[in-house]
């Protein structure tokens, strides 16, 4: 899994945190090997429209961890640029990593999954739950003891989550208290326009 998951960013050429920590440490595969995979990787490409569009839409599949199916409904059901980013910002498996909860949304999801996260105070096993303004997220009490919860505590203390999201280190939980704006996209590995135009076509 770790090196199909880094062939992914390597060959769109960005960070997508797929691989949790490792992405802000020295052994992050963006730090070690930038260039492409492959013999040929080390080559300029000169990239079609079309190329540029297709690989766009690749950054979010992978970094919201999407399908084909669930892309093309997303982006052929609102022409509204940031409704479509609510859409996909508000997900609860982002939120949980926004929050500081987890070190990717690979594992946001699989947290999720386990029924380890609650939304206020009732257990939610659905990655793609959206979330609300006055939604308040949480780890269960049962597993903030667990080994992979190790640590958190102090790390959120050092945490600053995005303004549209407010984190409450010392209950170990979040509200969202603003939708996402595309003025906040700007720290996105990915321009949702593109992938607007791939749609279009």
């Known amino acids: 899994m770790k090196k199909i998951t880094e062939k992914k960013e390597r060959s769109l050429g960005v960070k997508l945190f797929l691989k949790a920590d490792r992405c802000n440490s ?13 013999q040929h990787g080390q080559r300029r490409h000169n990239v079609s429209e079309y190329g540029k569009q297709l690989q766009e839409k ?28 609510q859409v996909l910002e508000h997900r609860l498996d982002r939120v949980v990593f926004l929050l500081g909860f987890t070190g990717s949304p ?42 992979l919860f190790e640590g958190l505590l102090l790390k ?13 280190p010392d209950e170990i939980k979040g509200e969202c208290v603003k939708h996402f704006t595309l003025g906040q996209a700007s720290q996105l590995p990915f321009d949702v326009n593109i992938v607007g135009e791939f749609y279009s076509r």
């Open 106 to 147: 690979r594992i946001a999801r699989q947290l999720i999954s386990h029924g380890h996260i609650m939304v206020n105070g009732r257990k939610v096993t659905v990655p793609s739950f959206h979330v609300k303004i006055g939604d308040v997220i949480s780890i269960r009490p049962e597993s903030q003891s667990l080994k």
């Open 26 to 38: 020295p052994k992050c595969v963006m730090v070690r090997r930038p260039t492409r995979p492959g």
């Open 58 to 85: 690749q950054k979010i599949q992978f970094l919201y961890g999407l399908s084909n199916r669930q892309m093309a409904k997303l982006f052929q059901s609102s022409k509204d640029k940031e409704k479509i980013m």
């Open 156 to 168: 959120l203390k050092k945490y600053s989550s995005p303004e549209w999201l407010k984190l409450f």
